[in-house]
């Protein structure tokens, strides 16, 4: 099985700043079978970012994935006030069992 | 439009079993799976497992063998969630998801999320 580990856990940032959060998996996901998701309170997860860097349908250009391997990112340019959510990765490569990371909150400093 | 609407709350006592709904709209069912995922209160996400809607093909996580079993009926659009011998850590909102399938019937990520149903396990 392969595990996620993202950093920070929380990241205090305020709107109009960049943010980096990252992802490192304990071996590496070939075909950057690698995606993100945000979530705010009492919502279900929305997906940001499929196969590492591939924007999903209506999400903004502010947001961006990179990676390959074992070390992925996330980056949001410049912060709106609606982005102040938990973040989570997921890997989908080879079979099932796959997997989440454990989240990285991003709040408003 | 794509739509998950999953059934509604659930209050369950310990050793009972639940089974939670998810009508899918707007898309061909059969050409994608549904993943099931576990968030406990307060915590992250959790796979629980998934299934292929065009074959009936799942793959269930280890911790959950033998107390899961995820089914879909395609004549209706819904695929079930059951699982059985419940304790009161299961306390947790379950959510399905579209998920998309390669040409080996392999799942890939979740795109399309349903609301979630919250369940409580207590006595």
């Known amino acids: 099985e392969v595990v996620l580990t993202q950093s920070p856990g929380t990241l205090s940032l305020s709107p109009g700043e960049r943010a980096t959060l990252s992802c490192r998996a304990s071996q590496s996901i070939d075909r950057n079978y690698l995606a993100w998701y945000q979530q705010k309170p009492g919502q279900a997860p929305r997906l940001l970012i499929y196969?590492?860097?591939s924007r999903a349908t209506d999400i903004p250009d502010r947001f961006s994935g990179s990676g390959s391997g074992t070390d992925f990112s996330l980056t949001i340019s410049r912060l709106e006030p609606e982005d102040f959510a938990v973040y989570y990765c997921h890997q989908y490569y080879r079979s099932p069992p796959y997997t989440f990371g454990q989240g990285t909150r991003l709040e408003i400093k | 439009q794509i739509k998950l609407v999953q059934s509604g709350t659930e209050v369950k006592k310990p050793g009972a079993s639940l089974k939670v709904s998810c009508k899918a709209s707007g898309y061909t069912f059969t050409r994608y799976g549904i993943t099931w995922v576990r968030q406990a209160p307060g915590q992250g996400l959790e796979w629980m497992g998934w299934?292929?809607?065009?074959?009936?093909?799942?793959h269930y996580a280890q911790k959950f063998l033998g107390r899961v079993t995820m089914t879909t009926d395609t004549s209706t659009t819904t695929a079930y969630l059951e699982l059985r011998s419940l304790r009161s850590d299961d306390t947790a909102v379950f959510y399905c998801?579209?998920?998309?399938?390669?040409?080996?019937?392999?799942?890939?990520?979740?795109?399309?999320w349903g609301q979630g149903t919250v369940v409580t396990a207590s006595s």
């Open positions: 196969a590492a860097s």
């Open positions: 299934i292929n809607s065009n074959n009936g093909n799942t």
């Open positions: 998801a579209r998920t998309l399938v390669d040409y080996s019937g392999r799942p890939y990520y979740s795109d399309y």
